[in-house]
């Protein structure tokens, strides 16, 4: 079905119809130039072609259909969401719109210029009206993690109800103890959306399914980028694929995931890859790639690399750690558990994050890379401070790494590829010198 069937729909959850259509036909034209046009697609990348032309279609329909049912809807910008409360109370948790430029004019009459483009382009999505899952949304989840965010409910939650909740930037005891009390808090505004208690069992159970769904993700990342000779999917792709978990329904999500994966896991044994022999492996750093920011992996697939990994919160953060739930018997073990598992969470807003750094040597070891990009938003300063840390640790271990600092305009397009072109060739060099000598 086209966005057309949904016009009712969209009008009634208070959409901008008109220009929702636009914005929509313009989003899905630049997928089809960056997507479909790529050789060798594997066949399980259809399910997520669909999926991209029902995005704002039959998913809506079916958010909106939940809620009718009084199950909650919550929209995010951060993966501290505690979302297996919010799917075990038979809801769905998504990402908001946050990745495109066309809504930043707007935003920009209450919020200043010189913020990330995330916060001005999701902001301005809201005074448009022009994302139909923050128009679906019972509230929209806050958190502290940046000043600029924790600014923004304020002026947000004049427009939609935004829940707060405050993330700790230290994980001191004391912080821990209180990060508890905050997931705790955000339980209870859940059972105040829903008009119930929510029972141990349901939260286990959505527990289950936002495992297994970070369960397939990590099969997709392994398949992407640890082994060495074979780069089975494009790094657009695999990104393309992470970005929709935060939209699609989970269940479904995670049963398509793994058939792709199966499907990878054949190229992978056939030595079937979607790139030429001795294409450079990058990893990417830093923040997250709100859909449709596909800038940096366009820019790095068009001129000659492949990107085999995301260690971003549309990535590898998301999906590195699981909540364990052995043992749990009851809800005060329950919350603690998850406690456990979100203050795994290396976002650059924590100090000290030095977790985050020994963990990207690790990665860049396990994939056997060639290079590293630092991909940061303009004006988000936790990242940007952070990158002369991580800098530094990979110049001492004599990592290659390019830092690029971008917004989400078309305007530096052409300086990206040509600063991407040089990297790339530096490393096709160091590459074929290594070979020279012998080793991998
Ligand atoms: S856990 S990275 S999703 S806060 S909004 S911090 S880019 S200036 S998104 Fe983030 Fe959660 Fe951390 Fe991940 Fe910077 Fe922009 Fe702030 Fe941002």
Redesign the pocket.
């Known amino acids: 079905m086209g966005i057309e069937e949904y016009k009712d729909l969209l009008s009634s959850i208070g959409v901008d119809v008109e220009k929702h259509a636009k914005m929509m036909s313009a989003g899905l034209e630049s997928y089809k130039k960056q997507f479909l046009s790529q050789p060798n697609r594997p066949k399980g990348m259809e399910y997520f072609d669909w999926f991209m032309s029902e995005i704002q279609g039959e998913r809506i329909a079916e958010i909106n259909r939940l809620r009718s049912q009084k199950k909650p809807a919550v929209g995010t ?4 969401v505690p979302e297996e409360i919010i799917v075990g109370a038979g809801g769905a948790c998504y990402g908001l719109c946050g990745g495109s430029p066309a809504t930043i004019p707007d935003a920009e009459s209450e919020l200043p210029r010189n ?5 001005k382009s999701a902001h301005g999505f809201k005074l448009q009206r022009t994302c139909a899952y923050t128009q679906s949304s019972d509230f929209i989840y806050g ?1 502290t ?5 924790k600014k923004t409910w304020e002026i947000l939650n004049k427009h939609h109800p935004v829940h707060v909740m405050n ?1 700790p930037h230290m994980k001191r005891e004391k912080d821990l103890k209180m990060w508890s009390e905050e997931i705790r808090e955000f339980k209870e505004h859940i059972e105040e959306v829903i008009g119930k208690k929510l029972t141990l069992e349901e939260m286990k159970n959505g527990t289950k399914i936002i495992n297994e769904k970070r369960d397939a993700l990590q099969r997709l990342d392994a398949l992407r980028g640890m082994n060495p000779d074979v780069i089975p999917i494009s790094g657009k792709d695999g990104l393309f694929i992470t970005q929709m978990g935060f939209l699609d329904d989970p269940v479904r999500y995670t049963q398509k995931v793994n058939q792709l994966c199966d499907e990878l896991d054949e190229r992978v044994k056939n030595k079937i890859s979607v790139f030429e022999k001795d294409t450079p492996r990058l990893m990417v750093l830093g ?2 790639f709100a859909p449709p920011n596909w800038k940096l992996h366009t820019a790095v697939e068009s001129t000659g690399g492949a990107i085999i990994n995301e260690e ?2 549309i990535g590898h ?2 999906y590195k750690d699981n909540v364990d739930l052995e043992n749990v018997e009851d809800e005060e073990t329950f919350i603690e558990r998850l406690m456990q598992r979100y203050s795994k ?1 290396d ?3 924590f100090t000290p994050n030095t977790p985050r750094i020994d963990k990207i040597l690790k990665m860049y070891k396990d994939r056997q890379v060639d290079g590293v990009i630092y991909y ?2 303009s ?5 940007n401070v952070e990158a002369h840390l991580v800098t530094q640790a990979l110049e001492k271990e004599g990592i290659p790494c390019l830092v690029i600092e971008s917004d989400y305009s078309a305007e530096d397009i052409g300086q990206i590829k040509t600063r991407v072109e040089a990297f790339l060739e530096s490393l096709a060099f160091k590459k074929k010198a290594k070979k020279f000598k012998g080793i991998r």
């Open positions: 910008f951060c993966i501290f913020i990330c483009p995330l916060i958190e993690t940046c000043e600029a965010k993330i923040t997250p971003s919160c953060r998301y969470v976002c650059a807003c940061t938003l004006f988000c300063h936790t990242y």
